[in-house]
C-alpha cells in the first residue's frame, strides 16, 4: 500500500489549503484512514509528537482533534481513491509536516500506533 500526499505550502494566517493523499495498492474491503501532523522540532519520521488531526472511518463517520474543529475538513473520493484534507483560517500553530496514514479497519482510533500505512508527508506553513 502506498500513500502519496500532495497540497502543502506556505500560506498566511487566516489563509486555506486543501491536502490530498493518493492511495494506491489496497486490496483489503475496509479502509480507515486519517490526517496527522508533526510540528517543527519533532524527529520526522518517527511518532514522536505526531498528532491526530482527523480521521474517517470506513463508514465516512469523522472524527477530529478539537485544535482543528470547525476549520478542518476530511474527506475521502472513492472514485479516485485519495483522501483530501481541507484547511480553513489557517493559523500559525498549525505549521507542521501533515501526514495521511491507513489502516484495514471497519474501525477507526485517531492514534499513530493504529495505523500501519502512510505517507512521507508533506509540509504545511503559515506565517502570522
Known amino acids: 500500500v502506498q500513500l502519496v500526499e500532495s497540497g502543502g505550502g506556505s500560506v498566511q494566517a487566516g489563509g486555506s489549503l486543501t491536502l490530498s493523499c493518493v492511495i494506491s495498492?489496497?486490496?483489503?474491503?475496509?479502509?480507515?484512514m486519517g490526517w496527522f501532523r508533526q510540528a517543527p522540532g519533532k524527529e520526522r519520521g518517527t511518532f514522536a509528537g505526531?498528532?491526530?488531526?482527523?480521521?474517517?472511518?470506513?463508514?465516512?463517520?469523522?472524527n477530529y482533534a478539537d485544535s482543528v474543529k470547525g476549520r478542518f475538513t476530511i474527506s475521502h473520493d472513492d472514485a479516485k481513491n485519495t483522501l483530501y484534507l481541507q484547511m480553513k483560517n489557517l493559523q500559525p500553530e498549525d505549521t507542521a509536516v501533515y501526514y495521511c496514514?491507513?489502516?484495514?479497519?471497519?474501525?477507526?482510533?485517531?492514534?499513530?500506533?493504529?495505523?500501519?500505512?502512510w505517507g512521507e508527508g508533506t509540509q504545511v506553513t503559515v506565517a502570522s
Open positions: 495498492g489496497f486490496t483489503g474491503r475496509e479502509l480507515s
Open positions: 505526531r498528532e491526530g488531526v482527523a480521521g474517517i472511518d470506513s463508514k465516512g463517520t469523522t
Open positions: 496514514a491507513a489502516e484495514s479497519s471497519t474501525y477507526l482510533l485517531l492514534t499513530p500506533e493504529f495505523f500501519s500505512y
